[in-house]
């Protein structure tokens, strides 16, 4: 890859160039989909080459076709194919797993992309960047106000202050006054302090990781030079150059969160410090000190915050600027901010005992629900306003999409802080009784799940009921696309029952809304009840009618019990998905939506494989291209299909236009245009099918997760296919004597239409052949629309 790119930069990617592969000279470059796959798998061939890449993505060929340029008559039949393998980028081995517990950070970064197109209105659209870039850095605070709780106040300053929790524990026991004989580190200060490296070692763990995963991605350059204007005017596109090069954006946020939690960990041990000394517990010097040391730790978040608000993308040009201080100082600051917040908190203070809850946990907690919900009702008036300006009827939720998405990031952030909390205070607790236990909002987020479960049977009632409807109906569409043929009950059943199992993927904007809905009114119920009682439910009704207070204890424990459960249970699947393929494939699909966009609003976020994979591809096109003066097809499955699409809105204009596009089971508008109507809208699809020489998209009815393209103006017939008989034969017949299988959203290659569709391309961008007329034999007619749009 890196001589393809030398070459490209000395002789220019768009130029002229010598063809050495002649006229005839044509090339298939596959993209796999969801799960990955071998190169073996997807050439049909034990014997495959490495042509030009490492071990994380790289392209093969079959070992007979790497000099397939040099002799371009040996196969005049087909293309040479290629394999694009990218299935390395987003699955490994089982420590990749642990991605998973940054979840909320992937959701929220994913609201960032859902927004509603808003051609002209580019205000509106940094004002929906800047809120989402808010509630990422709310659920950074929270994730490290997390670690603090479980520390900072369960362990150091509840457990180790109480000596039968302290004996229980004996790892504790250099903290606690009984334990130790009043030992040097058994003082709050101190124990918090110690404690204080458990939050700050996790800060610096996402440093790290967000930092190796920068230098992997996000500072890989792409083609040099613009690669042409978008059709798509005032709005933000796939095709600008620095769509896919987030360099300098992502430094900045990972210095500003870095910061963010260094300082989250300061004011945990701040406050309970300040709160002491200003009471008279200590000389006026401390009290000056903590003073001082408060008004930095604010004036510094001051500064994260005017950071975090200051630069969005840029994604019209290539950004090489780093901002090289900022990104040193900004975390530095805080860290040095950090240590001389522990030295004060360690300074000797007679007569201090740690007694009850620490004291921020209350206040930090139930603040950041409230900022939370704010961000989100802002996010969803914006959302509103740009979606009701240009309405899109296929928008997921009518342009509230991001909204619901930033809603399910802050909760599972919530759900997974609290459950560890939770269920840490559990196992220090013993039997009960003697710690005070979390802050109660957290109690009040976990008693309410088991309603929230409650509530959830009724979109799936709903949903169970429509699909089987759907089932009823589909019925009678399978004997009708197989006339002639002796029905077999069972084999209709099971077809119809795929199908509309199928169609419940064009039903999750509708569960997607029912589950935000019930969220956001439910953590408005319990942030309410932990301002107006203050106390757990099972002590705010322990005065009230005995049915009630056995409701709210039953609600209380189960939500604990449930919510740590999840926790294990959302681990355990993680690693699960990473070793077993069909799992892996059954999730692949939602993992790879949420990493394939690039880190705009999170730095802390898995990060995004597209980053890497559209440049190879654009690359790989461009100077092949170039080289040889050939005819491309770049033919993609599923996710490759949009990887595919993405990288020919990268290309320069002159080679867009020698490139055939052919995607198969691709979710191009049926996930990504509905829920990312501002990249993948309809004004989008229609610009990269004018600007590609020629495209053509299969589908079928089986698949839950490709589907027709759906082009705007009566354009749709000359890039979607009819969609494919699935399964190919409904009984037995001479070309298929045992049953065929439904295929649902695999096997694309081995249908005849395939083949077809992938000649008929191949056809068009041959200059001195043109393709079938719809009404020739062998044209759209005969073949259920297999021509695409000629190139000019």
């Given at each position: 890859?890196?001589?393809?790119?030398?070459?490209?930069?000395?002789?220019?990617?768009?130029?002229?160039?010598?063809?050495?592969?002649?006229?005839?000279?044509?090339?298939?470059?596959?993209?796999?989909?969801?799960?990955?796959?071998?190169?073996?798998?997807?050439?049909?061939?034990?014997?495959?080459?490495?042509?030009?890449?490492?071990?994380?993505?790289?392209?093969?060929?079959?070992?007979?076709?790497?000099?397939?340029?040099?002799?371009?008559?040996?196969?005049?039949?087909?293309?040479?194919?290629?394999?694009?393998?990218?299935?390395?980028?987003?699955?490994?081995?089982?420590?990749?797993?642990?991605?998973?517990?940054?979840?909320?950070?992937?959701?929220?970064?994913?609201?960032?992309?859902?927004?509603?197109?808003?051609?002209?209105?580019?205000?509106?659209?940094?004002?929906?960047?800047?809120?989402?870039?808010?509630?990422?850095?709310?659920?950074?605070?929270?994730?490290?106000?997390?670690?603090?709780?479980?520390?900072?106040?369960?362990?150091?300053?509840?457990?180790?202050?109480?000596?039968?929790?302290?004996?229980?524990?004996?790892?504790?026991?250099?903290?606690?006054?009984?334990?130790?004989?009043?030992?040097?580190?058994?003082?709050?200060?101190?124990?918090?302090?110690?404690?204080?490296?458990?939050?700050?070692?996790?800060?610096?763990?996402?440093?790290?990781?967000?930092?190796?995963?920068?230098?992997?991605?996000?500072?890989?350059?792409?083609?040099?030079?613009?690669?042409?204007?978008?059709?798509?005017?005032?709005?933000?596109?796939?095709?600008?150059?620095?769509?896919?090069?987030?360099?300098?954006?992502?430094?900045?946020?990972?210095?500003?969160?870095?910061?963010?939690?260094?300082?989250?960990?300061?004011?945990?041990?701040?406050?309970?410090?300040?709160?002491?000394?200003?009471?008279?517990?200590?000389?006026?010097?401390?009290?000056?000190?903590?003073?001082?040391?408060?008004?930095?730790?604010?004036?510094?978040?001051?500064?994260?915050?005017?950071?975090?608000?200051?630069?969005?993308?840029?994604?019209?040009?290539?950004?090489?600027?780093?901002?090289?201080?900022?990104?040193?100082?900004?975390?530095?600051?805080?860290?040095?901010?950090?240590?001389?917040?522990?030295?004060?908190?360690?300074?000797?203070?007679?007569?201090?005992?740690?007694?009850?809850?620490?004291?921020?946990?209350?206040?930090?907690?139930?603040?950041?629900?409230?900022?939370?919900?704010?961000?989100?009702?802002?996010?969803?008036?914006?959302?509103?306003?740009?979606?009701?300006?240009?309405?899109?009827?296929?928008?997921?939720?009518?342009?509230?999409?991001?909204?619901?998405?930033?809603?399910?990031?802050?909760?599972?952030?919530?759900?997974?802080?609290?459950?560890?909390?939770?269920?840490?205070?559990?196992?220090?607790?013993?039997?009960?009784?003697?710690?005070?236990?979390?802050?109660?909002?957290?109690?009040?987020?976990?008693?309410?799940?088991?309603?929230?479960?409650?509530?959830?049977?009724?979109?799936?009632?709903?949903?169970?009921?429509?699909?089987?409807?759907?089932?009823?109906?589909?019925?009678?569409?399978?004997?009708?696309?197989?006339?002639?043929?002796?029905?077999?009950?069972?084999?209709?059943?099971?077809?119809?029952?795929?199908?509309?199992?199928?169609?419940?993927?064009?039903?999750?904007?509708?569960?997607?809304?029912?589950?935000?809905?019930?969220?956001?009114?439910?953590?408005?119920?319990?942030?309410?009840?932990?301002?107006?009682?203050?106390?757990?439910?099972?002590?705010?009704?322990?005065?009230?009618?005995?049915?009630?207070?056995?409701?709210?204890?039953?609600?209380?424990?189960?939500?604990?019990w449930l919510v740590g459960l999840g926790f294990a249970l959302f681990v355990t699947w993680g690693r699960r998905a990473y070793r077993d393929a069909s799992a892996r494939r059954t999730i692949g699909i939602l993992w790879d939506i949420g990493t394939f966009w690039p880190r705009a609003a999170h730095p802390f976020a898995p990060p995004c494989y597209a980053e890497r994979a559209v440049p190879d591809l654009t690359w790989r096109m461009a100077t092949w291209t170039r080289r040889t003066g050939g005819r491309l097809v770049i033919s993609g499955h599923s996710q490759g299909s949009v990887l595919a699409a993405a990288a020919a809105w990268q290309l320069p204009q002159a080679v867009r236009g020698r490139v055939a596009l052919l995607t198969y089971g691709s979710p191009l508008e049926r996930l990504y245009g509905r829920w990312f109507p501002a990249y993948f809208g309809p004004a989008a699809l229609g610009a990269l099918h004018r600007e590609v020489a020629c495209?053509?998209?299969?589908?079928?009815?089986?698949?839950?997760?490709?589907?027709?393209?759906?082009?705007?103006?009566?354009?749709?017939?000359?890039?979607?296919?009819?969609?494919?008989?699935?399964?190919?034969?409904?009984?037995?017949?001479?070309?298929?004597?045992?049953?065929?299988?439904?295929?649902?959203?695999?096997?694309?290659?081995?249908?005849?239409?395939?083949?077809?569709?992938?000649?008929?391309?191949?056809?068009?961008?041959?200059?001195?052949?043109?393709?079938?007329?719809?009404?020739?034999?062998?044209?759209?007619?005969?073949?259920?629309?297999?021509?695409?749009?000629?190139?000019?």
């Open positions: 890859m890196e001589r393809a790119r030398e070459r490209a930069t000395e002789d220019g990617p768009t130029g002229p160039g010598p063809r050495t592969g002649g006229p005839e000279c044509a090339l298939e470059l596959l993209v796999h989909g969801v799960g990955g796959a071998t190169p073996e798998e997807m050439l049909g061939d034990p014997r495959t080459v490495r042509i030009t890449g490492d071990g994380t993505a790289a392209i093969f060929r079959r070992a007979d076709d790497v000099d397939a340029e040099s002799r371009p008559g040996r196969h005049p039949s087909r293309p040479v194919p290629e394999a694009y393998v990218w299935c390395n980028l987003t699955s490994g081995n089982a420590s990749r797993a642990l991605w998973l517990l940054l979840l909320p950070f992937m959701v929220v970064n994913l609201a960032h992309w859902t927004r509603p197109a808003a051609p002209g209105r580019t205000r509106a659209a940094r004002v929906y960047g800047l809120l989402v870039r808010l509630a990422g850095l709310t659920l950074t605070v929270l994730l490290v106000a997390g670690a603090c709780e479980v520390a900072l106040d369960l362990a150091a300053w509840q457990c180790a202050g109480v000596r039968v929790c302290a004996r229980r524990h004996s790892w504790l026991g250099f903290l606690s006054p009984e334990a130790s004989g009043d030992g040097w580190w058994s003082p709050p200060g101190r124990r918090l302090a110690v404690a204080a490296l458990v939050p700050t070692a996790l800060t610096g763990l996402l440093w790290y990781l967000s930092h190796r995963t920068w230098s992997a991605y996000e500072s890989e350059k792409p083609m040099p030079g613009p690669p042409g204007s978008s059709d798509i005017p005032g709005s933000a596109s796939l095709g600008s150059p620095g769509f896919w090069y987030g360099r300098r954006l992502v430094a900045r946020l990972r210095a500003a969160h870095t910061a963010t939690g260094l300082l989250t960990v300061s004011a945990a041990v701040l406050a309970p410090t300040t709160a002491f000394d200003r009471q008279g517990g200590g000389p006026p010097v401390l009290d000056a000190t903590g003073w001082l040391l408060t008004t930095a730790t604010l004036g510094w978040a001051a500064a994260v915050v005017w950071v975090v608000c200051r630069r969005g993308r840029s994604e019209h040009r290539l950004d090489h600027q780093l901002d090289a201080h900022l990104v040193r100082r900004l975390p530095l600051g805080a860290l040095a901010l950090l240590a001389l917040v522990l030295l004060y908190a360690a300074w000797s203070r007679p007569g201090w005992q740690s007694a009850g809850r620490l004291l921020p946990g209350e206040a930090a907690f139930g603040t950041l629900v409230l900022v939370q919900g704010a961000l989100v009702v802002a996010l969803g008036a914006v959302a509103h306003g740009l979606h009701r300006g240009h309405p899109d009827p296929r928008a997921a939720m009518r342009g509230l999409g991001g909204p619901a998405v930033a809603l399910l990031a802050c909760a599972l952030g919530a759900v997974m802080t609290g459950g560890v909390a939770l269920r840490v205070a559990d196992w220090l607790d013993g039997d009960g009784g003697s710690l005070a236990g979390p802050p109660v909002v957290l109690t009040w987020q976990a008693a309410v799940i088991p309603l929230f479960i409650v509530l959830l049977l009724a979109p799936v009632c709903l949903l169970g009921w429509r699909t089987w409807r759907r089932c009823r109906a589909e019925r009678l569409l399978v004997a009708l696309d197989h006339p002639g043929e002796p029905e077999d009950t069972a084999r209709t059943r099971r077809i119809a029952r795929i199908r509309a199992t199928a169609a419940l993927t064009d039903q999750m904007p509708l569960a997607v809304a029912h589950v935000s809905a019930a969220m956001f009114v439910l953590g408005a119920a319990a942030q309410a009840g932990a301002l107006a009682t203050r106390r757990t439910p099972a002590e705010a009704t322990r005065h009230t009618w005995a049915v009630v207070h056995d409701a709210a204890q039953t609600a209380q424990t189960l939500g604990s495209w053509r998209n299969l589908h079928r009815r089986t698949d839950p997760i490709g589907g027709p393209v759906r082009l705007p103006g009566g354009s749709g017939a000359e890039v979607d296919r009819p969609p494919l008989r699935d399964p190919l034969a409904y009984g037995r017949t001479p070309e298929h004597p045992l049953p065929a299988p439904v295929l649902g959203h695999s096997g694309y290659q081995a249908d005849p239409a395939f083949a077809e569709e992938r000649e008929l391309l191949l056809a068009r961008l041959r200059p001195d052949l043109p393709g079938p007329r719809r009404d020739e034999p062998g044209g759209e007619a005969g073949t259920q629309g297999s021509s695409g749009r000629s190139s000019t």
